[in-house]
């Protein structure tokens, strides 16, 4: 069974640009979480989409967005880029709203300069 | 809101040793909690869930235990090789929120 897969691996974007990341959750699972990652806060929850809704959301800027397609993939869009936002970006897969064990995908790593 | 504290940040221990890492939350209605594993420059991998309702469990060489109502839990790993070296992570999931709040990490070197 195939693991969840996020794309891409690695970005580098300069400051007030915009991204956008992918996640393709595990084959049946419906919810996909997202973190950011950096070494001064750990790891941050970003929100949490179900059914094509969001069901959840961290303490993030409304730069962050996300959605979620009808085949549970995700994506997550980061508009005007901030040097703060450098960051290993995590995805993450559970069978049911929230309450499933999550596996997390590798990570995109963000660099913004 | 819910805060996750590990203790150490960071060990280091001989092959072959037998070891307990520290994870302390504050807002005991949880609704589980997960031990992670996550190497260098990589994603996190699921090394044991505890439901709130449970008081350990255990896989191969690793039990974890919950103690909810003191809000504890620890991590053992029996006979330590060079393979577990890595950042040991523990999350909880809110009971009312589901949003999973991580710890800081463990770093683990198990030394040859």
């Known amino acids: 069974k195939a693991g969840v897969t996020q794309t891409p691996r690695y970005l580098i974007k300069t400051r007030g640009q915009q991204v956008t990341l992918s996640c393709s959750p595990i084959?049946?699972?419906?919810?996909v979480s997202w973190y950011q990652q950096t070494p001064g806060q750990g790891l941050q929850f970003l929100f949490e989409?179900?059914?094509?809704?969001?069901?959840n959301k961290g303490n993030f800027p409304g730069r962050f967005s996300g959605r979620q397609f009808s085949n549970s993939r995700s994506e997550m869009n980061v508009s005007t880029l901030e040097l703060g936002d450098s960051a290993l970006y995590l995805c993450?897969?559970?069978?049911?709203?929230?309450?499933?064990?999550?596996?997390f995908g590798p990570g995109t790593r963000l660099t913004v300069l | 809101k819910q805060e996750v504290t590990q203790i150490p940040a960071a060990l280091s221990v001989p092959e072959g040793e037998n070891l307990v890492l520290n994870c302390s939350f504050t807002?005991?209605?949880?609704?589980?909690l997960q031990w992670f594993r996550q190497d260098p420059g990589k994603g996190l991998t699921s090394l044991l869930l505890?439901?709130?309702?449970?008081r350990e469990q255990t896989s191969g060489r690793l039990n974890a235990s919950l103690d909810k109502s003191s809000g504890r839990s620890t991590l053992y790993i029996a006979a330590s090789q060079p393979g577990d070296s890595a950042t040991y992570l523990c999350?909880?999931?809110?009971?009312?929120?589901?949003?999973?709040?991580f710890g800081k990490g463990t770093l683990l070197t198990v030394n040859p």
């Open positions: 989409y179900f059914s094509e809704t969001q069901r």
């Open positions: 505890i439901q709130s309702s449970q």
């Open positions: 993450a897969s559970s069978l049911r709203q929230g309450r499933d064990e999550q596996f």
């Open positions: 999350a909880v999931l809110g009971g009312s929120n589901y949003k999973l709040t």
């Open positions: 084959s049946g699972h419906r919810s």
């Open positions: 807002d005991s209605a949880i609704y589980n």
